[in-house]
């Protein structure tokens, strides 16, 4: 089955969840014509679905190939690829001195769903590309900025990062790569690094990779890292392209998922050394890498909002058409559909609340990221970038925890059927696992939350962020609307629950770190449920008195009731099993 | 690496978490000779790493192949089969009647545990043959039992279940395969199975195929199935192999997980009619059939308990070898193993506490089970099989759920290498989800444990087991023993929580049966929370004075301060969400 972008839930979770019409309002958008943004989802819909759905599978069933030093993609995905730039759809957020279109970040933030719901392998490769432009933007000296950024941004060249080696993934200082000064202002780098993304593929006639690596003379850890950029190809002083460089893939993994995806090992340096340029400063290369990284943080949390979306769209589908046993309490011969099933209903519902919380995280990430980009005001800006560095761990643990946790709820659904690899439910569930893992796993995540955003700035954040949210829940039970349930209490004691916990985490971190590490799993999720809930109460409150806008109050009552209500058992987790885990190695190690 | 049975952990939950040592002070078990049961447990571990561990990633890889109407298995796979009932483990629990072992079902539990871990997909093979010996021997002819159940107790011929048909999945009534009587006593069968498990495969001689089919005067819906014995070759009358059926693998299925487990579409007819011999009596198909499934049932919720150890113990060896970062608060240049940060601790804890509490609640089930089998005592047999019916739905639902969850942490610990397939993380991942599917989905199990074992008899087997439960939190409590933690308090409300939300569901089910239903899936799991933290917090209780025992009170606390808190959360979600779930269509079908 195919794939439908639902814009009206994403523009109830744009406008009013993450707050993109009061910024409008507001003026933190400057001179964007907010006219235009549905007319640009519904185009982005319309070629999800027409060029990239068909291919989901497909890329799947083929995977890649790397023959010969070259990686192959699935059949159909080169010609995808080149009308995918031909419509200009890489370049939605670029720089428009660079050929982009310079839309907001929450545009492209909606486009990146859209892209992976209906295709996550190949979405993932403008998602690194995107990664490669905002460093290069931020970091680029003018010469590599004009040579490389106006091909990134129009798509005719992709971008990887090439972070990990055998023995540095999370920790990223431990790695060897090293480079040496050319004397001609160029570098020469060897090493070899493993998982890159689109390391290697046949769509495009060069890639620009941004590499980390070590000067001879540098200090260790991550105070001796650089970034440099080392094309594919070089490229003449007239744009075209010249000698092939010496970084080559040499070996493709064998994945879960992602499988249309070529995850290659990179080698550098068997002919001599891969010519590369410095971006940014020597040795401040970690710097740079957090600029790809945040970008890239949220993009792989819309992931696992577009794969959570599809895997509900398809569950939905098959509970519809799959006739099997009777609705409770009717009889006779008559099968009906799955979906009058209490258990089958609630799965759906569980699917659908967790996708539209997450993807309103995600959305409020991006409008805060914009509103500190684009607004005038510098205490407006400073406020919106703190929330934008607050809510990107959030956006990115929570929504691809949600990812994974719909994807299997979808082969569930499915049944028997859903174990069986050409349903595609399973697909959904594979290609969703990566997600809690790559950019920095969800534990980093949730320690970055914890030690960076909660544990900086007396927290300020954090505390700026559930200010707003009590707002919402006064709202909720101002309406006094019996169709909220249990919304209001519900989400006012998540609240307290979340308000008690930052606390303690912030006192403990200081005095009994460990502890306070212990706890930061169970504390982003209860930030996130709580985040989550008041969201939904938010577009529920905005879209009520719409027509058919009911269904928004019902939704954000299952997930307060459903999510939310977990809060004050998370907190209790925080806060009592700290001694436990902190005691674990006597179990562990007995 | 190789997996190792951790005899420690099974004899204690067998034990005391399970209540084996007191049902054999009380006399339940007769003559049966408790100083065997360490032996015997070490032996199927040593069978277990030395054979079948090393063939598990082998089936993976190459998985079956369907030629020629035949299927092959992996390399190895015929051998390793064939020193498995050279050695005796298909007869574990087989009546001894007919060669089998005749030990209790509590033992061969702890063996199914055994060969899952150690490879799930083979494991899986005997697994139904087992089904096919309680069926056979409880409903069986003699002539039929005289002929087939000698091959299959010592494991010569495997058996299987042919329920499934495209359109009857749960639906078990909506099958149309048909049988004809042949005159001469015998059927001939004509009709199509999907997903049937080791429907053919090279390692024996024989199969036997236990079907469900309809006659042609039978009743509709459930009332007109009857079951038969439909073996793949036709048996002389002196023993030896006759003909070959008209039983033929049609198809296999390219699956998520499971690879070396044939899952056949099995074609009954092409020449004539399968030759089939009735099981029972005509009609009663349904009632023959369930003995099957609840064997299988919880030997299921063992396939989850087996394959989240092995993906624990796979998890710890690779928390304690790979090394990354720095210990929190620890400075230089030296890599520590990932071990050292809190929050790999708590998905390893979260992994070994969930682990240890599902298989303590399938070894209670295995051990009423065999109380209501041997004991002598009317009453204490009727009790034990009421028992055994309440704990197989959460046996099965709850133990797979953590099979699953404990799989996708593993996958999580090991990080990028997780998404790789050959660490094999991830081979447990995709194993495990099929668990929580076949034998009646784990939607079905709670619907079963809210219809037919809370709402039959007034609850009884509900109240009874939660006045027990109420007794170890006592002990626990008087326990005054600090180590302890918050446990006491945290299973005190669980309790409660339990206990009103059995009495909440039982009025719905009579005024509100909708309501009830919907609440089915959170209520197992507040069960399974509940009674898994009580069970473990037994086993702390009669471990903690023994050297070393320290840990298992850790443990308990683990699972009652992370697990059995959520209690709380679960009751409001099954009372409060009830409406928004019976409401879902207005936003399902928006």
Redesign the interface.
Known sequence: MTYRAPIDDILLALNHGAGMQAALAAGHYGDYDSEITEQVLQEAGRFASDVLAPLNRVGDEHGIKLEHGKVTTAPGWPDAYQRWIAAGWNAVSGPEAFGGQGLPLAINAVCTEIWAASNAAFGLCPLLTLSAIEALDAHGSDELKRVYLEKLVSGEWTGTMLL?EP?????VG?LRSRAERAGDGSYRIHGTKI?ITYGDHDMTDNIVHFVLARLPDAP??TKGISLFLIPKFLVNADGSLGKRNDIHPSGV?????MHASPTCTMTMGDHGGAVGYLVGEENRGMLCMFTMMNQARLGVGLEGVGIADRAYQEA?TFA?ER???RA??TKG?K?DPI?V?????????QM?ALTAAARTICYSTAVALDIAGRSTDPKVKAAAAARGALLTPIAKAFSTDVG?EVA?LG??VH??M?????TGA?QH??DA??T???EG???IQ??DLVTRKLGVNGGASVWALLDELALIVKDVEASNDPAF??TGV?LRDALASLERTSRWLQEHLASA???A??G???YLRLFGSTLGGCALAAEALAARDAD?G??YV??A??FA??IS??A??LE??VI??A????????????
């Open positions: 990990t023995q540095a993934g999370s920790d431990a998982f260790p850890g993994e064998h994945k879960l998922g939905l519809q006739k099997q046993g409770p309490g011969d099968s979906i099933h209490p258990d089958v209903k609630r799965m759906l519902m659908r994974n299997t082969v569930q049944g028997g859903g174990f069986i690899e050409e399973a569930m594979r696992r990566i809690s893992i790559y796993t969800n534990g949730a320690i349930g249990t519900k770190p460990n502890e590490l212990a930061a799993t169970p058919g009911e269904r019902t939704l009552r299952f009731e459903n209500v977990q004050g058992a209790r987790t009592d099993s001694d436990c885990v902190t005691a674990a190695d006597a179990v562990l190690l007995a």
